[in-house]
Each structure stands twice: as C-alpha cells, then as structure tokens.
C-alpha cells in the first residue's frame, strides 16, 4: 500500500505557525497543503474546473492521481482516526481500505482550527478558514442575535428538536456566510453536485448553508445510502460529477463508547460491509476507470474518561466569573468574563489544571494565523468584548491537552441558576460561597437600596433583583448595582444549602457596612452572629 504516513507525519508533527507556542502535544494545522481546507481546490482541479478557495494538496499528495477523472465520490467519516484506519486495515477488520489504497495512496492531513465538524465541513464546501467563513465552533454566542447557538443545527443550544429555529431571530444562514460554495462553483462549469446525509441532518441549518446548488438526497441506513448513490451515481455517468458522503455514526459511537469500544468499531465495519457489497462491487470497469474515490475525516477521536474534576458544574467560583458557560467546544473554549475577571479566572484555571491549558488573546490568535489564512469574517475580526490581553481580557480562549477538557452541559436546558441573562432578560442567580461554616459575607437589608459587592455570596430577600444579584463581583471589583429589597428573610446559599437568615434590622448590620445615604449602602456585611443563622 502506497502509504506517506512516514513520510509525511513528521513534517506535520514539527510543524508551527510562526509567533505562536502552545508547547508539547499540540498538533498545528498546515493550511499550506496538508489540510482539510486544501481538498476543494483539488477537487477543482482534477474535474477539470478552475481552483476555488485555498491552495489545492501537495503535489506528493496528488501526482498519483491520473488524468480522466469524471466522477469524484468524497466521504467525509467523522471522527475516523488515521492510526485506527491502519490499525483496522492491517489487523483484517476493514481490509478492503488497504486494497483500494494500492491503486491510490494513503496519506495524512491535519485538519483545521477548531476542529470539530461543523467548521471542518464549512471549510471543506468553500475551501476556506474558519478564520474566512466564521463557524468557528460547535457552540457559538452570536450577539448580534442575542443567543448562544448550535452551528449545526442552526438554533439555540438549549433548544430540543428546534432545527432552524434562529431563523425566528433574524438569522439567514447566507447572510451569516456569504462566500460561495463548492457546489455553485462547480455547477458555473457544467459540473452537478449531490449530497447524501442522514435524514435527521439532511435539511439542519448548516446543510442549508452548505448545501446551495446541490441535489440533497437523505438516506437512514448504510444500505439505503448506498443503493441510492449507486443508483444516482449510474444515472448520471455521461457527465462530470461530485457526490457528498457524510457519516457521523463513528463519531456518534465514540463520544457515546469510546472511539475504541467494540460497538464503534462494529459500526465501521458494518459501513464498510455495505460498502463494499452494494456499491463498489456493483461499479463496472468503465465506472471505476473514471471515478476517484476520498475517504477523509474531519478530526479524530481521543478517549478520554469522565471525571468530576473536569466538570464545570463542579466549579461554581469559575462559572460565577463568567456571563456565559462556555462556548466553542470542549477542545477550544471560548470564555466570556466578567469585567476585571480575566487574572482570577487564569489563576483559577492554572490552580486546579496546572498545565493542562493554555490561554490566547483572541485577537492575536486570529492574526497568528492559528484560525486560517485570508480576510477574517467580522465575528472573527471583532471579537466579543474589548480587545484583551492575556489574563486581563474579558474573552479568552483556552485550549485544552488531547487528553483532558473541561465539560459542561451541552444541548440541554439549562439551570436557571447556571445561566446569566445574556438574553437580555433575567433569568437566574448564581448563588455561592467560598468560606465554609455559618461565618458568612452576606448583604441583609431591610427597605433599604444598596449597591452589591459580594465576596462570593449574594443573598437577598423575595422580590429582590435578580439581575443585579447575579452581576454580583467579588468586593474590590463590585458593580455599583441596586438592589430593591422589599422583606425578609433573606436567602443565601452555603455549602449548597439553602439557608434562612433571620429577620434583621438595618441596626443589626456591623459597622463593616458603610452608609452612603439615609437609605444605600456599600461595601459589604460581614461576621453575622450565627445565632440568627439556620438551616431549613
């Protein structure tokens, strides 16, 4: 088998962007050949059409590949790994990859930043860069639309089974991603494009953004995918043609298993069976003669196992910093801080990860080229918040080692104490304290407005603001926010717990309270007797 792993995966391993060190581990795109985004330009290239997007593979990676090629059939196999294709090639599971492999090559490629489907496949139908076409996470907060999105589905990402809705919002994915796609470039030149995805994604918002000019057909099995691009396929032999593959059970069976788990390797097998029997074996000498055939991959998969110390639910002090849970994904999140969070949250971070993360300005990371060449996309040229510098910003992003990310909970509604009111109406509290036992640092008012500066607890009576509450900042960065208290008891949280605070009077609060007028207050209450605290 013709295989340029040894060859070419050392170039890839030793490979950087210039200015930017993320130290050990860290695998950089090569968006100069040997990349994902390269593909389309070769696609281009070999049915006879002028190259759109970036530049096409390396020569080394395409000089095998003849003249007369009329039919190019992509499948894009999320998650498939290179070194699990070799390991499943040449222990029999899937021998017949190596066989086809013979005549063709076998050969590595990176893929983009960030790498998770959603860009990848963007940048796989325009021949572009995240940096370019702007999808540049599975989850991302789009402010102009006040919401935190899911780029696949195209809705918000606590909504179920709402595919498109953010349309409801002004949303049009054309507008969001103007550059023009594979398939109406080919069609410019007398070449029909056709897409094949699973029916639950066959008409998701991202399918519509990519998906202009091509015939989409859905399919819900391997054998009824390929019978149908069998069938289309021969339909259509007298012309110049591309057929889109996607498959995203791999995936699907690696983040439910693992990506070594029986189960996961089962379901390649079983794709590759059917393959193989309905598809390949069915191609006549004439039909081969002039068809190229891609297997590719979006990413890979690392296995990694659940712990509760990766888990933001775990670390309310982190969340409380941020407006938002993170974004991005669990490989490259993107972190929106609170003003004048940006050290406590790395501190945090370096404290309870030593030297699992590293952080980037956004701005810079952009500029570095870590996000792809050419002209940034305005969500990408203008990141959330003010510029930031390392630490002290109010959005960062953090990369993740291979082998460990935080998570958090994707795709679900959301507690309502988790979450911020980033939609512009509020929504929850977050409640917490640092200092165990009763000895609090509370706030408690009676008919009185004041200005909130918590140090890690906020507590308040019925009726108090929410919004306010929540904006609650550690004491040296309070927000002069006012809180309208209308009676007690107050509520406050320790330990989990929720605790009542007997009533008391303005007199009961210590002299720690400094009295700005008749009825404010600022700074905070501290060292309440714990007599008047109890548990319910």
């Not at 599971?93 to 063709?104: F, I």
């Not at 407006?323 to 972190?335: C, F, Q, S, V």
């Not at 679900?412 to 980033?422: G, H, I, L, Y």
């Amino acid at each position: 088998m013709p295989d340029l792993t040894a060859e070419l995966l050392p170039h890839l391993q030793t490979h950087r962007l210039p200015g930017l060190e993320l130290g050990e581990g860290f695998l950089y795109p090569d968006y100069t050949g040997q990349c994902v985004i390269n593909i389309p330009a070769s696609i281009c290239r070999w049915l006879g059409v002028p190259e759109m997007g970036a530049t096409p593979l390396l020569p080394e990676l395409t000089a095998r590949i003849g003249d007369g090629v009329r039919h190019v059939v992509l499948v894009l196999m999320d998650a498939l790994s290179l070194h699990r294709l070799k390991r499943w090639v040449a222990n029999g599971t899937t021998p017949v990859w190596g066989e086809l492999a013979e005549d063709g090559l076998l050969a590595p490629l990176t893929s983009i930043t960030p790498s998770t489907t959603s860009a990848a496949l963007t940048s796989l139908w325009t021949g572009r860069s995240a940096a370019e076409h702007g999808i540049a996470g599975y989850e991302l907060w789009l402010k102009e639309y006040g919401v935190v999105a899911n780029t696949i589905l195209h809705a918000p990402i606590s909504f179920q089974g709402d595919v498109g809705s953010l349309k409801r919002a002004g949303f049009t994915p054309e507008n969001f991603m103007k550059l023009q796609t594979l398939d109406t470039h080919l069609a410019s030149y007398g070449v029909q494009a056709y897409a094949f995805q699973h029916q639950s994604i066959g008409r998701s918002g991202l399918s519509q953004m990519l998906f202009r000019n091509a015939e989409v057909s859905t399919f819900n099995t391997p054998a009824d995918l390929w019978v149908n691009l069998r069938k289309t396929f021969e339909s259509h032999t007298h012309e110049r043609n591309y057929f889109w593959v996607y498959w995203g059970e791999v995936d699907h069976f690696s983040h439910l298993y693992g990506p070594d788990d029986e189960r996961t390797v089962e379901e390649f097998v079983s794709f590759t069976a059917a393959f193989e029997r309905l598809f390949l074996e069915r191609l006549n000498g004439a039909e081969r003669a002039g068809t190229l055939f891609i297997l590719v991959a979006d990413h890979g998969q690392v296995a990694t196992q659940p712990d509760p110390h990766y888990d933001l639910r775990n670390h309310p002090s982190l969340v409380r910093r941020l407006h938002i849970l993170p974004t991005g994904e669990n490989r490259l999140m993107y972190l929106y801080l609170r003003p004048g969070q940006g050290e406590a949250v790395r501190e945090y971070i370096e404290r309870t990860w030593p030297n699992q993360f590293v952080f980037l300005d956004p701005v810079f990371a952009v500029s570095a080229g870590l996000f792809g060449p050419g002209k940034p996309h305005p969500s990408a040229a203008r990141p959330p918040g003010r510029p930031v510098s390392v630490g002290t910003g109010e959005r960062l992003f953090v990369v993740g080692e291979q082998r460990r990310s935080p998570v958090w909970p994707s795709r679900r509604p959301v507690p309502r104490r988790d979450v911020s009111a980033v939609l512009g109406s509020p929504i929850g509290i977050i409640l917490r304290q640092e200092v165990p036992g009763v000895d609090l640092t509370v706030i408690v008012v009676q008919h009185l407005e004041v200005d909130v500066g918590a140090a890690g607890l906020a507590s308040t009576a019925d009726r108090a603001n929410w919004r306010a509450l929540e904006d609650a900042l550690s004491t040296n960065h309070a927000d002069h926010i006012h809180v309208g208290v209308s009676s007690l008891p107050a509520i406050a949280v320790v330990d989990d717990h929720h605790v009542a605070i007997a009533k008391v009077v303005p007199t009961g609060v210590n002299h720690h309270a400094i009295v700005r007028s008749p009825h404010r207050f600022t700074q905070i209450a501290v060292d309440i007797d714990p007599e008047m605290v109890s548990r319910r």
